[in-house]
């Protein structure tokens, strides 16, 4: 009966190759969010209005935390972002499990031809 052959290296390559896409493209999308975070644009504080001088900009941010326009822009790249980091995280992990793997079963091959069974 014939032996099979080793299954390391294919799936090690296969692993290799998708986590290094998945860094990759990672890593182009992190440089586009990033630089949307660093380019939002964050409004100014308004002055209170007349007759409401205890409404500054401590006691503004408190009061309106929820319809705060600098979260709202600054939400959706953010969460991408984040997203996108641990994609990259992943992509590395896979590249990393996919090379021990491809090595170790190069090895193995390379030790089974030496000793002359397979």
Not at 54 to 76: G, H, M, P, Q
Not at 79 to 93: E, N, P, Q, S
């Amino acid at each position: 009966m014939p032996k099979r052959p080793n299954p390391l290296p294919w799936i090690g390559l296969a692993l290799l190759v998708l986590g290094a896409g998945n860094w990759a493209t990672a890593g182009l999308k992190l440089a586009r969010y990033r630089a949307e975070l660093q380019g939002a644009a964050v409004p100014s504080p308004l002055a209170p209005p007349a007759g409401f001088s205890y409404l500054d900009e401590t006691n503004n941010r408190r009061l309106l935390a929820w319809l705060d326009r600098r979260a709202a822009v600054r939400s959706r790249p953010a969460a991408k972002a984040t997203f996108y980091r641990t994609v990259a995280a992943g992509g590395r992990l896979l590249v990393l499990t996919g090379s021990v793997l491809l090595l170790s079963g190069l090895v193995r091959e390379r030790s089974a031809r030496r000793t002359g069974r397979r």
